[in-house]
């Protein structure tokens, strides 16, 4: 159902050119553009979630938190 919605190819390309960065970064061993594609990742994830699945997971980079919830 999802992909016939009017935005569904553009988000999931953008999921995909995220992934093939992130890959091409690793690849290269670049630490820099290894953290630019999880931005990319990041930021393409949340949009997807905002227009098809509205609850997105919470998403922190605060230690203590993330201890706390295993």
Same mark, same amino acid.
């Given at each position: 159902?999802?992909? %016939?919605?009017? *935005?569904?190819?553009?988000?999931?390309?953008?999921?995909? *050119? &995220?992934? =093939? #960065?992130?890959? =091409?970064? !690793?690849? $290269?061993? $670049?630490?820099?553009? !290894?953290? /630019? &594609?999880? *931005?990319?990742?990041?930021? #393409?994830? =949340? $949009?997807?979630? /905002?227009?098809?699945? =509205? %609850?997105?997971?919470?998403?922190?980079? *605060?230690? %203590?938190?993330? /201890?706390? %919830?295993?």
């Amino acid at each position: 159902v999802w992909r %016939e919605q009017k *935005d569904w190819k553009k988000l999931s390309q953008a999921i995909s *050119d &995220a992934g =093939l #960065a992130a890959t =091409l970064a !690793v690849q $290269n061993r $670049n630490i820099a553009a !290894v953290s /630019k &594609a999880g *931005d990319q990742l990041l930021q #393409a994830c =949340l $949009n997807c979630h /905002k227009e098809y699945k =509205l %609850e997105a997971p919470r998403i922190t980079a *605060d230690e %203590e938190i993330h /201890k706390s %919830e295993f």
